[in-house]
């Protein structure tokens, strides 16, 4: 699972409350190791002589040693320690409860953002009074009269705002503006003549580069830095919450987490390269995966929030697939590179264009599309009503598209794309048709036609390729199909052995996917 990395002091707390059993145990066993060194000492004197290593031996290792060094005395005046407070009334706190234990009391689901509210303990005793939460993440400075650069996720519903700076000195902040969408934030503090970090460009960055991350660790340890390497760039956007939410993540294995929020990855220049975000993690801690937001988006946002107090993003109105060797054969495409619009929403900038289900993305303004995630963060950084020209292929065949970008306004522009059951078979899925409770049960817009899933076999090619019980099959092999009889005829019909490609309504957006049927199996769905 995906984990922000804001700090959570209740957390800590948990294993603060036995420092006293903590500290001899600690005490302890540094005795036995002090007894265990003095043992060997006095028994092992003979195997003890060795010489130090000369210079010459370890220069590389120290020459990495003093390189690090320097990045990290260079970078960390400008890092800094972002403390917020919110305030909720006892009936909020009390009122729902997400089921998870933040060592305190309650979660209020309505007065925290969901990515928040899982970083704060909360008083109160469940009686109807105010109550206070706390949270902790970290920011970079950008500018020498106190401008800062941290997650919107970590200021999000905070009502006090308190920076800690390198040499301990503590500001009240005010928050200048935020981006949603790429959860952004830029706070102020009043102050002057601060050191500030140099931007540096993450588009020149490459996989095994050398990154270090900063930070504020669970929110104790402040000012820590790590090492690591750039592992990957490009990561997609790993919230199902919002498909319109652009990718491009840089992902590290430099240690990232809870409190990190915020804070720099910075390149080997010690120029920022990546604001640090989130963490992919079975226990809430760091696992070897961390994601950054890259350098050149932070920039862009940040400027505009410096000059306009928010940020104006472009859209289209489409959902897209990434076109992969498994799909691209029924694209009649020369490669795998491009996107594949899955979904157009009814009076987008998209629709007015002409851009239809099926296209391929091939290109934006003449330069090509390697992905969607590419595409989302290029027009989301496209201003509304610019002029774009998108080359598509349509039934394989190339075409030019000009569209006047419009602007995006959140969840309301998100496409609705983002009889018996029919037997289980070579697919592996039962389906009937699409009926009004169904719609109902599922939540599923009166634009969406086709086979909805009622069950689907563990283990098989449909459960492999994501399909789940709720889900509207809308095409099989980009031929659309009206109702689950009509769903099964088409998938009878398609030669033994072959891939199927599906499109798919499933919670709220449309997605293609590739089925490979059983080959054991070749009766039935």
């Not at 800590?12 to 036995?32: D, E």
């Not at 932070?298 to 472009?314: L, Y």
């Not at 078979?425 to 048709?433: E, I, Y």
């Amino acid at each position: 699972m995906s984990v922000t990395t804001n700090s959570l002091v209740a957390k800590m707390r948990k294993f603060g409350a036995p420092a006293g059993a903590a500290a001899a145990v600690l005490l302890g066993f540094s005795f036995l190791i002090g007894h265990c060194v003095a043992h060997a000492a006095s028994n092992g004197a003979a195997l003890s002589g060795g010489a130090p290593m000369d210079d010459n031996s370890v220069s590389s290792l120290v020459a990495l040693d003093n390189a690090v060094e320097a990045v990290a005395a260079r970078v960390t005046p400008a890092v800094v320690n972002v403390s917020v407070t919110a305030h909720v009334s006892g009936q909020d706190a009390d009122s729902e409860d997400d089921g998870q234990d933040s060592g305190g009391g309650q979660v209020p689901q309505n007065a925290i953002p969901p990515e928040f509210r899982r970083f704060f303990q909360f008083g109160g005793g469940g009686q109807a009074q105010p109550q206070i939460e706390h949270g902790i993440g970290s920011g970079i400075i950008i500018s020498p009269d106190g401008y800062i650069v941290t997650n919107n996720h970590v200021v999000n519903g905070a009502t006090q705002v308190r920076v800690t700076l390198n040499d301990r000195r503590v500001f009240p902040a005010k928050v200048v503006g935020v981006d949603k969408l790429n959860d952004l934030a830029v706070i102020k503090i009043n102050a002057h003549d601060l050191t500030t970090i140099a931007w540096g460009d993450s588009t020149k960055l490459r996989p095994g580069q050398t990154v270090l991350a900063f930070g504020s660790p669970f929110g104790y340890f402040q000012f820590s830095v790590t090492r690591g390497i750039v592992s990957a760039l490009d990561r997609p956007n790993p919230y199902s919450d919002d498909a319109r939410k652009p990718g491009d993540f840089i992902q590290t294995d430099a240690a990232i987490n809870p409190g990190n929020s915020g804070g720099p990855l910075v390149d080997a220049h010690g120029e920022l390269v990546g604001i640090n975000t989130f963490i992919i993690t079975n226990n809430g801690s760091f696992a070897g995966a961390g994601f950054a937001i890259p350098s050149h988006i932070v920039r862009a946002s940040a400027e505009s929030i410096i000059k306009d107090g928010t940020v104006h993003h472009g859209y289209l109105g489409i959902s897209m697939n990434d076109v992969t060797p498994d799909n691209s054969s029924f694209f009649n495409l020369p490669d795998a590179t491009g996107a594949i619009v899955s979904q157009v929403t009814p009076d987008s900038p998209a629709s007015r264009a002409g851009l239809k289900s099926g296209d391929v993305l091939r290109e934006l303004n003449g330069s090509k599309i390697r992905n969607g995630s590419q595409l989302q963060v290029a027009v989301s950084q496209t201003a509304p009503g610019s002029d774009i020209k998108l080359g598509i292929l349509r039934d394989g065949k190339p075409e030019t598209l000009s569209l006047k970008v419009g602007e995006y306004k959140g969840g309301s522009q998100v496409a609705e794309s983002g009889g018996g059951s029919k037997q289980r078979g070579k697919l592996g899925l039962a389906v009937d048709d699409l009926t009004q409770d169904a719609r109902q049960q599922f939540n599923i817009p009166a634009g969406v036609h086709g086979a909805a899933i009622a069950s689907v076999r563990p283990a098989s090619p449909a459960d492999d390729a994501g399909l789940a019980p709720g889900d509207v099959i809308e095409e099989v092999d980009r031929k659309p199909v009206a109702n689950a009889e009509e769903f099964a005829n088409d998938v009878h019909a398609v030669p033994a052995g072959k891939d199927i490609l599906l499109l798919v309504w499933s919670h709220g957006g449309a997605s293609y996917r590739v089925v490979h049927p059983a080959q054991s199996e070749q009766n039935g769905d």
